[in-house]
């Protein structure tokens, strides 16, 4: 019977090596190492590549091949096949299969091997001068040790058992790292042991994986001892560290926090010191911290709520089945057998990514409010006032740190289509969240650190007078959280700054005062253009009036223009003095309170526009009603597109939000002029994102909504007509775009809008901007105002093919196709998208997207009214959108929407052509042989300080050259003439303009003489010999007037589009682009995509071609 003991080893030869054996009564087969196999030249190998577990479950061996070899022991030959490895403690190894197949005896008494063979059985003594080899013992998992700590660390054997080992710990690791390890004996089981590890050190000690512990040794057989390590608890939740140093991506957020020092030894000490608690700074897992809340969901006698599993999309579920996972993996939900359930929602963030919402609100609405109380804000800032140095530190998923009641997770049971969940952490949406958490923080870091740390919701706040101070604070609060193994957010916290911004206001050594942003909305108010912006101005203000010292004299210069039917007449000095006056007014005290009350009530009034949502927190005092912030922010392009409803609600969620500081548990009241908007906390709208929105502000304490006539709430409708913070991300995400236009036109003046409206262009916006409207309905009406409110247009390839899909017949059509393509050969669908295959009259063949109904409203609209289109007629935007896309009756949808464009109606002018005999010139032989030039003088100087535009047209192309100037002179004529056109298209033959100094003079002359062009002027008082130049002022000037007509000064900024738009569309005289005669090639617009892939040509080549 084989018994296991102590190593055993034997002496034998492979093909006259001397190896030593071991005998390993563990092992189900037997080893070689790979050094050995490699000195043996006449031994067979069998290559295979497999990998071996041993028995702790842990440890892999890599297999390479079976050496089939003669093991010579004593007077004996046995066969063996042995596994070759390098992953080897030792030289060979005798498993198992060697073991029972000689039936061998290990005698430990007698210190003998008998091996028994058909023939004979052979004794052969062990060989005990193996067993002083020292076995190096390392360690399983990463190690970190707090200060003043011990800790059983659990160490790799390279040998499965032995009752009792000698151990000697790494010298060279004791002294590095500064830490205590025995001498020891210990035993091994499974090729696992266990040790002590002592820090004694005031600074975290970190042990990575594999790390050499020490070594050990087989003691004599006559050694008699006793292991000291009976029951071995090993602690494996510590975070892992995977060296002592910091690693690179660590090192990089520690240079990011440590920037803004510029004393170096400052960022030195402050380095170590995040060195030493990087710890925190690690959140790379989620972490669960030595911290449990007390019970906060008490539910009385009420028996337990339950709810259904929402249904979700595809996209969705799959986010929802790696939320659950992850959460699953790291500990911070575990399965659920209650009957209490609540539903989970997912919550679409800007980045595109989704937050996992639980529902709670049936739970809060049978929870008791827990009372605890949130510091006061005057109080909490008086306390950072006078001081130099602040750190403020945020917790990473906070909540999610904390460990909740063991009373409470039935509660909080979230089901969905996996199965019923419960929190082993404290979840987000319960009513008592805040105030426990509060509490938990409170205790944990400000009980008895009054005067240098504050807590505030999840705000950690350290301030000293002094740096040394700082550091000192700094450390022991970095060891508190670090002992209760908490983790930090790096990108939110900020490390030893001068100034913060903190609750509302800047704090600094100076003293306290209102963050700007608090009165921005207010002060970056444009100035009004219309007399019903004046009046919403001035009724916004009215509300004050109390407040506001003679306010009728200081508004006086204002009230002309609050009378109804009022006539604008311009903006004067007198009025943008009282303009100015009163937003100061509305930004100070008393109308403004710099620090909010602890026991006043506070008031929320928010309102949405088409353009964009506002609000204003005010707190009604001792002294009357108090303005505590002002804020406003600009409708992105999908949320214009949301119902009334939705814009009201998502005013309320984004103004709370923004406002979380002040009213995050205290009770708030909100005013809205919106009715449906005061059941938004008593019902359910049917509106899944409403219902969303409803479960973000369930752990806000809304008391009630009131609603407030909108003539009452002129404050916040102000703020939401004129929002001043840009909104950059959309909705929906960032897919791939295709090309697009961004606009650098503006303007500070909203456009005339004229009151003439037909009853097919009412019927066709009514049904536009009905949500329920077909895909089918296109508007009729073409505006000039829409571009301010269009500077980024969203025609992707995604976007395409979705609005394909949305609509029916198209939809159907796809379909169609694919089923029966030979049926269409004139369509085919390509990557999901429909394309019209167009044969052209020069006998090209190109594919077009078929657009759909709903996007022809924004096509129509960049092809005729952007000001790189021009504003120009059917027959130039016809050949312009033919280019691009296909829809069924363009050319009638064209004609439609240019009729009702009403830029084009007021300023286009109708020309005939007088009756007569008309002598026609013969157009010259090549482009830019013959130019035309002439000065167009504007009727107003620009704010760019021009007043004239030179313009030079080629005769046979059309295409046309022009240039705001200041004045028009002969130097500006001669160096316009040399650089823009003699200088990079060669010189002209003939340049023919009127008789003016400014074309008339020796400068000119000159320089025609020397690049061999010949002037030519036209007869006196007849401009008709130089007709071509003189059409295109009359043409681009119509053009100009439809978007600048609102602001005449702005002109020249418009001018090169314009240009652009004339030298890129089919000339009716030519039926030809200029731009295509002039260079040989169609222009390429900017409102279509361009080809992923280029082809590269040879210049030879692409000469052929173009000829």
Not at 234 to 256: A, H, R, Y
Not at 355 to 374: A, H, K
Request: with cysteine; proline share 6%.
């Amino acid at each position: 019977m084989i018994k296991p003991s102590s190593l055993s080893f034997i002496s034998a030869f492979v093909h006259n090596i001397h190896l030593p054996c071991l005998l390993d009564t563990g092992a189900t087969h037997s080893f070689i190492h790979t050094s050995i196999v490699r000195r043996l030249s006449d031994v067979s190998i069998t290559s295979i590549n497999q990998r071996f577990t041993l028995a702790d479950g842990n440890t892999n061996v890599n297999i390479t091949g079976i050496a089939h070899l003669n093991l010579r022991i004593g007077q004996i030959t046995t066969p063996i096949s042995a596994f070759i490895s390098k992953s080897l403690s030792h030289l060979c190894i005798l498993g198992q299969d060697w073991l029972n197949k000689y039936s061998v005896d290990i005698c430990q008494s007698t210190q003998q091997v008998i091996i028994h063979t058909a023939k004979s059985s052979v004794k052969i003594p062990m060989d005990h001068r193996i067993n002083q080899h020292h076995f190096p013992l390392k360690s399983t998992i990463a190690i970190i040790i707090p200060p003043q700590h011990e800790r059983i660390i659990e160490l790799q054997s390279p040998i499965s058992s032995s009752p009792q080992v000698i151990f000697r710990p790494n010298r060279v690791l004791q002294s590095h790292n500064l830490v205590a390890i025995p001498n020891a004996l210990l035993s091994i089981d499974k090729y696992r042991t266990y040790t002590t590890v002592v820090n004694p050190t005031n600074r975290i000690c970190r042990i990575p994986i594999n790390t050499t512990i020490g070594t050990f040794t087989i003691p004599p057989p006559n050694l008699e001892c006793h292991s000291i390590i009976l029951s071995p608890t090993i602690d494996q939740s510590t975070p892992s560290s995977s060296d002592l140093n910091v690693p690179t991506s660590m090192n990089n957020i520690f240079n990011e926090l440590l920037a803004h020092l510029s004393d170096p030894d400052q960022k030195l000490i402050l380095y170590q010191l995040l060195k030493q608690y990087q710890c925190l700074f690690d959140t790379s897992v989620p972490s669960i911290a030595k911290l449990t809340a007390p019970p906060m969901i008490n539910t009385g006698s009420h028996p337990p709520v339950h709810s259904h599993v929402y249904r979700t999309d595809p996209i969705k579920q799959k986010h929802l089945t790696n939320t659950i996972n992850e959460m699953f993996k790291h500990g911070q939900i575990e399965k659920s057998y209650a009957s209490w359930s609540s539903p989970v929602i997912l919550v679409k963030k800007k980045d595109g990514s989704y937050r996992f919402v639980v529902d709670y609100r049936s739970l809060n609405n049978i929870t008791e409010r827990d009372c605890y109380p949130l510091p006061r804000i005057d109080d909490t800032l008086n306390r950072l006032n006078g001081n130099n140095y602040f750190t403020k530190l945020d917790l990473k998923s906070g909540y999610h740190q904390i460990r909740i009641h063991p009373d409470d997770k039935d509660k909080t049971t979230f089901v969905t289509s996996h199965g019923a969940f419960r929190f082993n952490v404290m979840p987000q949406g319960l009513t008592n969240s805040p105030s426990n958490f509060q509490r938990l923080m409170y205790d944990l870091l400000v009980s008895s650190r009054w005067d240098y740390t504050l807590v505030y919701l999840d705000d950690v706040v350290i301030f000293s007078r002094t740096f040394d101070q700082h550091i000192h604070h700094l450390n022991e609060i970095l060891s508190i959280l670090s002992s209760a193994r908490l983790q930090l957010n790096p990108q939110k916290c900020s490390f030893v700054k001068r100034e913060i911004d903190y609750l509302g206001h800047t704090i600094n050594g100076q003293g306290i005062r209102p963050l700007q942003s608090n009165i921005d909305a207010i002060l970056q108010l444009p100035i009004p253009s219309t007399p019903k912006q004046v009046h919403s101005f001035v009724q916004a203000a009215n509300y004050y009036r109390n407040h506001i010292e003679n306010f009728s004299k200081l508004a006086a210069p204002l009230f002309p223009y609050t009378k109804k039917n009022a006539i604008w007449i311009g903006w004067t000095d007198a009025m943008n003095n009282a303009f100015i006056e009163l937003k100061h007014r509305l930004t100070e005290p008393p109308i403004f309170l710099n620090f909010p009350e602890d026991d006043g009530q506070f008031i929320l009034s928010i309102d949405a526009s088409g353009e964009g949502m506002g609000g204003v927190l005010r707190q009604m005092t001792s002294n009357g009603l108090k303005v505590i912030k002002y804020v406003s922010k600009k409708f992105n392009l999908a949320q214009k597109k949301y119902s009334t409803t939705e814009r009201e609600c998502l005013a309320l969620v984004w103004c709370i939000q923004k406002l979380k500081e002040y009213i995050w548990g205290r009770p708030v009241e909100i005013e809205t002029d919106h009715c449906p908007l005061c059941s938004f906390n008593k019902k359910k709208f049917n509106n899944s994102r409403i219902d969303r929105w409803q479960v973000e502000l369930s752990e806000y304490h809304i008391t009630k909504i009131t609603y407030k006539r909108g003539r009452c709430n002129c404050d916040a409708d102000l703020l939401s007509r004129f929002p001043y913070d840009e909104s950059d991300i959309d909705d929906n995400g960032h897919p791939h775009r295709v090309r697009c236009f961004t606009s650098t036109l503006t303007s500070s003046t909203q456009p005339i809008q004229l009151n003439v409206i037909t009853r097919s262009k009412s019927k066709a916006i009514q049904q536009s901007s009905s949500p329920t409207s077909p895909s089918a309905t296109i508007p009729l009406s073409s505006d000039s105002s829409t571009i301010h409110h269009r500077s980024i247009f969203d025609l992707y390839i995604d976007r395409i093919r979705i609005e394909q899909m949305k609509d029916v017949n198209l939809s159907n059509r796809i379909k169609s196709i694919l089923a029966q393509p030979d049926q269409y050969p004139h369509e085919i669908v390509d990557d999901g998208i429909l394309y019209k295959v167009i044969n052209r009259i020069d006998g090209s063949i190109i594919q077009l997207p078929w657009l759909p109904a709903s996007l022809i409203p924004d096509v129509l609209f960049l092809y005729h009214d952007h000001p790189m289109s021009g504003h120009f007629g059917v027959t130039r935007t016809f050949h312009k959108v033919r280019e691009e896309f296909f829809f069924p009756r363009m050319y009638d949808h064209i004609k439609r929407y240019i009729r009702s464009c009403s830029a084009c109606a007021q300023f286009n002018v109708q020309r005939q052509k007088k009756p007569g005999f008309l002598q026609c010139e013969l157009p010259p032989d090549g482009v830019f042989e013959i130019m035309q030039m002439d000065f167009w003088k504007a009727p107003v100087r620009s704010s760019n300080g021009n007043q004239y535009v030179l313009i030079i047209t080629d005769r046979l192309s059309k295409f046309v050259f022009a240039r705001a100037l200041p004045s028009a002179t002969a130097a500006a004529s001669a160096e316009m003439l040399l650089e823009d056109i003699i200088l990079k298209h060669g010189s002209i033959r003939y340049l023919q303009s009127d008789q003016g100094s400014h074309f008339r003079n020796g400068l000119l002359s000159a320089i025609t003489d020397l690049t061999g062009c010949q002037q030519v002027f036209s007869i006196p008082y007849h401009p008709m010999s130089n007709g071509q130049v003189k059409r295109f002022n009359s043409t681009f000037c119509d053009q100009l007037k439809k978007y600048c007509h609102h602001n005449l000064t702005e002109w020249d900024n418009y001018l090169s589009a314009v240009v652009w738009a004339y030298n890129s569309t089919v000339r009716s005289t030519t039926q030809f682009i200029p731009y295509e005669l002039a260079f040989n090639r169609r222009p390429l617009s900017p409102f279509v995509s361009t080809p992923t892939a280029i082809k590269l040509m040879k210049p030879h080549d692409y000469w052929e071609k173009a000829n």
